[in-house]
């Protein structure tokens, strides 16, 4: 098994092969531990040869699904814990009282510097309570976002954020995530000068509700600034065309919308047999999982439902973020 064919492991070449640890969760998710132990071993191969994965789970019950002998691979270290939130946990309740369970030791060693990335297909509530409270958002942040990239008619990638963090948003807020989506697209996604948009229902300027209206002005204002290149307002008849924009803007509400429609959409046509690589661009298995971004650390959260090639995409979307070092590149834009 291999990572599907949105993963582009080229961009390594282009990094500084620092020596670096990525953690993964590996009790996170639906099928775990048994797919985060495939997902390991796949991602494995495509990893660059000075990371080192760090599994965060009970070291028992790994052994008993590594049927791979990854766990014996010298680049795979496991820390061993006794318990983990699960998915009906209270979020904050269990991020106090399991303090041994694998999302919160994962925390631990990466607010110590331990590792420089972690991923979960675990508790997103546990998850969103480790970068809020022990990982902290990046002074001058008005609130995070997470973003998810996907492939469009062209190949190119497509940004959007906010997909769920933020269901309802202030004018400022969505500004700053023309900034913070404008960065990732260029050290991440290797955009040069991305084209930022913000999703409304037509493209003037005065189209829209109290919100987009009220956001056009302070994106124009910030693009012609430099902050970002701003292209204006993007209907929903072009994201999936690379046409006007590389990053689209919206409320949470709007995003989570917008993402499980198009997740709905790829299972139709996958179910209905239709295979191309445009439909299987669409596939969330291919992109693994999406970042939080505008906290002081690389975070990457999955979907519960997350088989072996969405965690192995999962771990590699998490070095890739952390060898960017975006992290940094946020800090100086909100200085």
């Given at each position: 098994m291999v990572p599907g064919n949105t993963t582009d492991t080229n961009y390594l070449k282009n990094l500084t092969p620092l020596i670096m640890r990525i953690g993964l969760d590996a009790m996170g998710g639906d099928f775990a531990p048994r797919v985060t132990v495939e997902?390991?071993?796949?991602?494995?191969?495509?990893?660059?040869?000075?990371?080192?994965?760090?599994?965060?789970?009970?070291?028992?019950?790994?052994?008993?699904?590594?049927?791979?002998?990854?766990?014996?691979?010298?680049?795979?270290?496991?820390?061993?814990?006794?318990?983990?939130?699960?998915?009906?946990?209270?979020?904050?309740?269990?991020?106090?009282?399991?303090?041994?369970?694998?999302?919160?030791?994962?925390?631990?060693?990466?607010?110590?510097?331990?590792?420089?990335?972690?991923?979960?297909?675990?508790?997103?509530?546990?998850?969103?309570?480790?970068?809020?409270?022990?990982?902290?958002?990046?002074?001058?942040v008005i609130r995070p976002a997470i973003a998810t990239a996907f492939k469009t008619a062209t190949g190119q990638d497509l940004l959007l954020l906010d997909v769920g963090l933020n269901a309802d948003c202030k004018p400022e807020v969505l500004a700053q995530y023309g900034t913070i989506g404008s960065i990732y697209a260029k050290e991440t996604l290797g955009i040069a000068n991305p084209r930022v948009a913000l999703l409304n229902i037509g493209e003037e300027p005065e189209k829209g509700n109290l919100l987009t209206k009220a956001t056009y002005p302070l994106m124009a204002e910030r693009g012609a600034a430099g902050d970002y290149h701003f292209v204006g307002n993007i209907e929903g008849k072009h994201l999936l065309t690379s046409d006007v924009a590389d990053v689209v803007v919206c409320d949470g509400f709007s995003g989570n919308t917008l993402l499980k429609t198009i997740e709905g959409f790829y299972h139709i046509l996958h179910q209905q047999g239709v295979d191309s690589p445009f439909i299987e661009g669409l596939n969330y298995e291919n992109v693994g999982g999406t970042p939080v971004l505008g906290i002081n650390s690389t975070v990457i959260i999955g979907h519960g439902c997350s088989s072996a090639k969405a965690i192995a995409n999962m771990i590699l979307l998490t070095e890739r973020a952390a060898r960017t070092d975006m992290v940094s590149q946020f800090k100086k834009a909100f200085q």
């Amino acid at each position: 098994m291999v990572p599907g064919n949105t993963t582009d492991t080229n961009y390594l070449k282009n990094l500084t092969p620092l020596i670096m640890r990525i953690g993964l969760d590996a009790m996170g998710g639906d099928f775990a531990p048994r797919v985060t132990v495939e997902g390991a071993h796949a991602a494995l191969a495509h990893l660059s040869e000075t990371t080192t994965l760090v599994l965060f789970g009970d070291r028992q019950a790994l052994q008993k699904e590594d049927s791979f002998g990854v766990l014996q691979n010298p680049r795979i270290e496991v820390i061993n814990t006794s318990e983990v939130i699960a998915m009906g946990d209270h979020p904050v309740k269990a991020f106090t009282a399991k303090s041994d369970s694998s999302i919160v030791v994962g925390f631990r060693h990466l607010c110590q510097g331990d590792i420089a990335g972690f991923a979960s297909a675990g508790s997103t509530g546990a998850m969103m309570v480790g970068c809020m409270q022990a990982v902290g958002q990046i002074e001058g942040v008005i609130r995070p976002a997470i973003a998810t990239a996907f492939k469009t008619a062209t190949g190119q990638d497509l940004l959007l954020l906010d997909v769920g963090l933020n269901a309802d948003c202030k004018p400022e807020v969505l500004a700053q995530y023309g900034t913070i989506g404008s960065i990732y697209a260029k050290e991440t996604l290797g955009i040069a000068n991305p084209r930022v948009a913000l999703l409304n229902i037509g493209e003037e300027p005065e189209k829209g509700n109290l919100l987009t209206k009220a956001t056009y002005p302070l994106m124009a204002e910030r693009g012609a600034a430099g902050d970002y290149h701003f292209v204006g307002n993007i209907e929903g008849k072009h994201l999936l065309t690379s046409d006007v924009a590389d990053v689209v803007v919206c409320d949470g509400f709007s995003g989570n919308t917008l993402l499980k429609t198009i997740e709905g959409f790829y299972h139709i046509l996958h179910q209905q047999g239709v295979d191309s690589p445009f439909i299987e661009g669409l596939n969330y298995e291919n992109v693994g999982g999406t970042p939080v971004l505008g906290i002081n650390s690389t975070v990457i959260i999955g979907h519960g439902c997350s088989s072996a090639k969405a965690i192995a995409n999962m771990i590699l979307l998490t070095e890739r973020a952390a060898r960017t070092d975006m992290v940094s590149q946020f800090k100086k834009a909100f200085q």
